[in-house]
């Protein structure tokens, strides 16, 4: 199974299930809260963990009980944490997040100004693929140039704003449709080929579009919460690309991954290899 190094955002989310978005300086009681561990890397790492495979996880925790718990966390999933810093005397990024009936998510982060410029602590250990977001932009950056020297895959999580200097290292592209937006207008096969790369746009519940052309459908499932099921395709792609699938098929494993995960709600939400080519098959 394959080792994906998973470098990005690492936060504890406070998630509110609310009937509406309350209105400007209004008090509202919450239908139900969770605390959750989150944060795109995080949610990718658990994932290829959860699909057998080895996930390194590379970020930031602060010094404080939201990184003590989620130093935890990260042990109970079987992800190393060997390239996570711990930033002395600073929080923990976290987040609240308010989800409405409707299913409309609203998100507020707090995270260090300064995880765009944290650099490497360690030597970078054995990997297949390095996957990225782009909140922590040095680090994807130094990463992506490793996987380049190696001639493994460099994935990028795009969202907006998509810091343009990652792109020269990036081998697979995986916008999301605000990330596309954020290249003004150009189609993705203009930005494949001025990048050099594979391509490709997430589009939630509708079909994965990519670069040549080509669309891709998820399979139909009955979604019962979506929050983080971005994350999931992303750790569920870097795993099948790690794995040996090319790049179609790595699309409908992440495709069927992230089906799985909306289509349940709990702590085992996170699909198992198994499930995954079981739901390919049929």
């Known amino acids: 199974m394959p080792t994906v190094i998973c470098a990005g955002l690492i936060t504890l989310d406070a998630v509110y299930e609310l009937d509406a978005y309350p ?3 209004s008090k509202v009681r919450a239908n139900s809260a969770r605390l959750l561990p989150g944060g795109g890397a995080l949610l990718a790492a658990t994932t290829i963990a959860r699909l057998g495979g080895i996930a390194r996880l590379a970020g930031a925790v602060g010094d404080d009980l939201f ?6 966390q990260m042990m109970l999933r ?8 711990t930033l002395w005397g600073e929080a923990t990024a976290h987040s609240a997040i308010f989800v409405t009936a409707d299913g409309e998510r609203t998100i507020v982060n707090q995270r260090p100004d300064h995880l765009h410029d ?6 970078v250990p054995e990997f297949d693929v390095v996957l990225a977001d782009t909140r922590c932009r040095n680090l994807a950056k130094e990463l992506f140039e490793v996987a380049r020297q190696q001639g493994r895959p460099a ?51 509708a079909e994965v579009h990519i670069h040549d052309g080509s669309k891709i459908a998820p399979p139909r499932v009955t979604s019962l ?6 994350d999931v395709w992303h750790g569920a792609f870097a795993f099948a690309l790690g794995d ?19 289509s349940r709600i709990g702590e085992e939400r996170f699909p198992a290899y198994e499930e995954v080519q079981e739901k390919l098959e049929n």
């Not at 944290?118 to 030597?123: C, I, N, P, R």
């Not at 699309?251 to 089906?259: E, G, I």
């Open 23 to 25: 209105e400007e300086g």
């Open 67 to 72: 990184g003590r718990y989620l130093r935890g």
């Open 78 to 85: 079987g992800i190393d944490d060997a390239l996570v810093h």
């Open 118 to 123: 944290m650099k490497l602590t360690a030597d």
């Open 155 to 205: 994935v990028l999580d795009g969202e907006a704003p998509l810091p343009r200097d990652l792109l020269p290292s990036v081998s697979h592209l995986a916008l999301s449709e605000q990330g596309l937006a954020d290249f003004g207008g150009k189609s993705l096969s203009e930005i494949a080929a001025q990048n050099q790369c594979w391509a490709c746009v997430t589009r939630g519940a």
């Open 225 to 230: 919460e979506t929050l983080g099921a971005g």
């Open 244 to 262: 040996g699938f090319n790049e179609p098929n790595a699309v409908k494993f992440a495709n069927t991954s992230a089906a799985l995960f909306v």
